[in-house]
């Protein structure tokens, strides 16, 4: 199986590529536009600011690319919220794969949310053998709003889409790669579609 993390200089992606080895797969780094369409897997990691992040994706043509991939997609964190409408991050347009924007959390809530919390709700295979409540890991200061492309909800002050999906394209807000043998299982459930 071909495992392709984009590289576009706004990514922990040495982490996640760590990950999916501790699973017993090879994962490429790359931003090559052909080798990315041939894979069977594509991640899409995601680190920093939303508006930077953008600019590196449309420099290298991989904005009109990822909205059009066909096998399956990950985005994690930064790369899930580039994957909706728009963030407020910057003011940043995002791909427009998932229908929904992005907003920042209100003031009554210490932000960023780093650390563990739980996820529930769950509406994507990417979930099997996943317990309710389970704990994952988040660093954000911005957040998907409950839409119809909501595959998991977590509270922090209040409810929010913790992971998205829209046909053969799933978001997580948080780290797989950071988020134990929970982490784990959703990286393997992803990697077996």
């Not at 017993?24 to 594509?42: C, F, H, M, P, R």
Request: glycine share 8%; hydrophobic share 40%; charged share 20%.
């Amino acid at each position: 199986m071909k495992i392709i993390i984009i590289n576009y200089g706004a990514g922990n992606i040495q982490s996640i590529k760590f990950a999916i080895e501790r699973l017993g797969y090879t994962a490429v780094l790359s931003d090559n536009v052909e080798e990315i369409q041939t894979a069977d897997k594509v991640i899409f990691p995601g680190v920093g600011e939303a508006s930077s992040a953008m600019k590196k994706l449309k420099e290298s043509g991989l904005d009109t690319l990822i909205p059009q991939l066909k096998q399956p997609v990950l985005g994690i964190c930064l790369g899930m919220q580039l994957m909706c409408n728009s963030t407020e991050e910057g003011n940043t347009e995002g791909l427009g794969i998932f229908n929904v924007d992005v907003v920042k959390f209100n003031t009554s809530v210490k932000v960023p949310q780093i650390g563990w919390n739980q996820i529930r709700d769950f509406k994507s295979e990417i979930f099997n053998n996943i317990k309710v409540d389970s704990y994952i890991y988040l660093v954000h200061s911005f957040y998907a709003p409950i839409c119809e492309y909501t595959a998991s909800v977590t509270d922090y002050g209040i409810n929010y889409s913790s992971a998205l999906q829209k046909n053969n394209f799933y978001g997580t807000q948080f780290h797989p790669e950071k988020s134990s043998d929970v982490g784990e299982q959703i990286l393997e459930n992803f990697l077996k579609l």
